[in-house]
């Protein structure tokens, strides 16, 4: 298990840094952060491979920072719509299945960088278990509950301005 772990916290270290770094980066805007870690544990049956804590003057905020590392994935769906996008040379729109079987046939250095990169960015953009614990606390807050009703009641005032 140790094992495991270890080299899971090596192949994932740097995505391992962007996941805390966009909750410490969020916690600075919502909130106090108190602690960044990136050295892995082992907590009962389960591998911590980092963590950040933060303090907030209200509990809506901590699901800005829980949720923050969602940005990630916001990321790598940029770089894989540039991945599979039109080739210069067919002017084709959308996915293209050929674009990928032909950089299968010449695979680079390059291509390996890219892959692992997007491999990071995806385990960099999950969510633990506590991060999605924290979101779902920070929603059923007084102050979240009070967050979404006044949205909804703005919502509903504008739409009724409108029309």
Known sequence: MKIKLFCGSIFYLFGTFLHEFSHF??????????GFSIVPRIESDTFIFGAVKARVKYKVLSVFIAAAPLIWWVLLLFMVKHV????????????NVSIILEKLKTFSLHDAFSLWLASQLF???????????????????????ILI?????LVQFFRHIRS
């Open 123 to 145: 385990w960099a953009g999950r969510l633990s278990r506590q991060d999605i614990k924290t979101c779902f606390s920070g929603i059923i807050s007084p102050s979240g509950l």
């Open 25 to 34: 980066a969020v916690a600075l805007f919502f909130g106090k952060p108190e």
């Open 84 to 95: 599979l996008s039109a080739s210069p040379e067919t002017g084709m729109k959308g996915f």
């Open 149 to 153: 009703s006044s949205t909804v009641l």
